[in-house]
């Protein structure tokens, strides 16, 4: 039988081949480098951006240390106001008429004294992020509110008739205007404390049921829930 014969192939040109790999490899590395590089670039943060950044932490690390320091102001004003709520409270008349204790002149300026305390202690407030501003206001709103009240009652201390009548419900009013404004306050501080990490914090002035103010929660002093 005859036999065929073909021609012998060349042999693949093997450093070649590995060359064309190489060259591949290469440039597909060079563009994922070129590639990160933009990504990197339009990615980063500008130097307007990181200068933000940087004042933006140092005003809420700020504004933590004024949420704290209102907290302790708004304790010791608590603090001091209580007993002239309580003393208002037993002199102011829900009616109009006289009330059940007898207040003595020394009392009045005892009340005078820490109402003005308490007015001084919220003058020149700093200046903090929005939500502390407005707790801040609204305790310092009440405070003078609570100053106004006695000075309305020391005022009817020194009329007689209608005019004492209607004066002590003056009094009565803005004594009960204050509560509410302070509870106010008061919850908005609560919830400043809460954001800022340190806790609830119940600043919260005595109520009588029906004054209307808000109440703190339910939830544990120094609770983060």
Not at 51 to 71: H, K, N, P, V, Y
Request: hydrophobic share 45%; net charge neutral.
């Amino acid at each position: 039988m005859a036999t065929i014969n073909r021609p012998r192939q060349p042999a693949p040109d093997r450093p070649a081949t590995r060359g064309r790999v190489l060259a591949l490899a290469s440039a597909f590395a060079l563009g994922a480098l070129v590639a990160g590089g933009v990504v990197f670039g339009v990615t980063r943060p500008s130097s307007i951006e990181q200068a933000a950044d940087g004042l933006r932490a140092e005003s809420a690390l700020r504004d933590r240390t004024q949420i704290r320091t209102l907290t302790e102001l708004a304790r010791g004003t608590r603090t001091r106001l209580i007993p002239v709520l309580d003393g208002l409270a037993l002199a102011l008349p829900g009616d109009g008429a006289a009330g059940p204790v007898a207040v003595t002149a020394a009392d009045d300026e005892k009340w005078r004294q820490a109402a003005a305390t308490a007015v001084q202690g919220f003058a020149d407030p700093p200046s903090g992020e929005t939500a502390t501003n407005v707790a801040r206001s609204c305790l310092a709103s009440a405070v003078r509110q609570f100053a106004t009240a006695v000075d309305t009652y020391t005022m009817a201390r020194d009329l007689t008739g209608p005019a004492r009548a209607a004066a002590l419900d003056l009094a009565a009013r803005q004594r009960a205007d204050a509560l509410f404004t302070w509870s106010i306050g008061a919850t908005a501080l609560d919830a400043v404390n809460v954001d800022a990490g340190h806790g609830h914090q119940h600043v919260f002035l005595p109520i009588s049921p029906g004054e209307g103010a808000l109440t703190p929660d339910t939830e544990p002093e120094g609770s983060h829930q």
